[in-house]
Nanobody
Framework: QEQLVESGGDQVQPGGSLRLSCTVS????????LGWFRQAPGKEREGVSC???????YYAASVAGRFTISRDNAKNTLYLQMDNLQPEDTGMYYC????????????????????????WGQGTQVTVSS
């Protein structure tokens, strides 16, 4: 059974950095697009950054230049390096995987229509506050 487990969330001050990890089991990630989504209190979940099986990447405008997504297929793990964090980055961060190999690209994964049928992690909390 597919399982995604996030880690690395914490509380940091503005300008700080965090590195989120998402370890995947039950699925070999090599041929799947993966992504990070976040949900702030009172807001809808949004795609923050996604990476295709060919390592093409997408970043939301609000995080471009500050966040870096990467994947280590040998470790079956997805990462999100977050630098210069700001209070508006606060939220629950979720890892997601496409359920079909070689299907959604990085843009499609991060901009799903309706309720996407992804594999989801349980989330890790990021709080940016002074």
């Amino acid at each position: 059974q597919e399982q995604l487990v996030e880690s690395g969330g914490d509380q940091v001050q503005p300008g700080g950095s965090l590195r989120l990890s998402c370890t995947v089991s039950g699925l070999t990630i090599d041929d799947y697009s993966l992504g990070w989504f976040r949900q702030a209190p009172g807001k809808e979940r949004e795609g923050v950054s996604c990476i295709s099986w060919t390592d093409r990447v997408y970043y939301a405008a609000s995080v471009a230049g500050r966040f870096t997504i990467s994947r280590d297929n040998a470790k079956n793990t997805l990462y999100l390096q977050m630098d210069n964090l700001q209070p508006e980055d606060t939220g629950m961060y979720y890892c997601a995987s496409d359920t079909t190999a070689l299907y959604y690209d990085e843009n499609e994964l991060c901009h799903p229509a309706g309720h996407p049928q992804y594999y989801w992690g349980q989330g890790t909390q990021v709080t940016v506050s002074s």
